[in-house]
């Protein structure tokens, strides 16, 4: 017959993860002391069971729908911070030192938008259809063909910057286009000064750099939010 003690104080590895039995003949034997996990209390009662239950899984559920909200809250915070927001202003009234009439057509791009913005395209539009170049679009404006020889007699001096691609800081602004009236260019920059605040539209995409991306053209204010500039 075998005979079962318990274990004294000193009997225990490191706090009492084994106990050691008797000997048994000329062997030992060492049985290793399963963990406990104490069983959630129960009132005993089917309903209220139940209902702590449930309480407990909408209570959870609630702490991670707070969490996906303050997570997303958080992202459109960091997005909101660093949005550019591309601005487009033309004028055909500014006066001009160069100038002995005292009027130049003028175009400036402006970033007020608090993040730097990439511009990946500017265009210039006629009647919402693209032209080339900037004297292309001003001879047309003219009512003269694009292939009207002595293009730079015609139109006189002309000031123009390509901005496409590059990166357009926060509160930066780049100028585009200064083109002064004299005397010799008066006709073609009267008739283009009539005739381009109403047909002649300049846009451009650019995106943050979370690579969102938008169109804005100098006929609107709030930009168009699209999926890329390809």
């Known amino acids: 017959m075998v005979r079962r003690t318990i274990p004294r ?56 729908g707070i969490a996906l909200h303050h997570g997303r809250t958080m992202q459109r915070l960091v997005e909101a911070n660093s949005r550019p927001f591309i601005q487009i202003t033309t004028s055909n ?5 160069d100038s002995p009439l005292g009027h130049a057509f003028t175009v400036l791009i402006s970033n007020p938008g608090a993040g730097a913005a990439r511009v990946e395209r500017f265009s210039i539009l006629i009647d919402d259809k693209p032209v080339k170049d900037i004297g292309e679009a001003l001879l047309r404006l003219a009512g003269l063909p694009a292939d009207t020889k002595e293009e730079s007699a015609v139109l006189g ?47 451009t995409c650019y995106c943050s750099i979370f690579d969102e991306c938008w169109v804005e053209n100098s006929h609107s204010f709030r930009p168009t939010a699209v999926a890329s500039c390809g």
């Open 157 to 203: 001096q002309i000031t123009y910057t390509a901005v496409a691609p590059s990166y357009l800081k926060a509160g930066s602004e780049q100028p585009v286009l200064f083109w002064p009236r004299t005397a010799s260019n008066a006709s073609v920059w009267d008739k283009d000064a009539e005739a381009g605040l109403k047909r002649v539209k300049f846009e």
């Open 93 to 97: 009234g500014n006066p001009s030192a």
């Open 9 to 64: 104080r000193g009997d225990w590895a490191g706090g009492g993860a084994v106990a050691v039995l008797p000997a048994l003949g000329h062997h030992h034997f060492v049985v290793p002391e399963t963990e406990l996990v104490p069983e959630i209390r129960k009132t005993g009662h089917r309903l209220a069971d139940l209902a702590v239950a449930f309480s407990a899984l909408f209570v959870s559920l609630c702490s991670l």
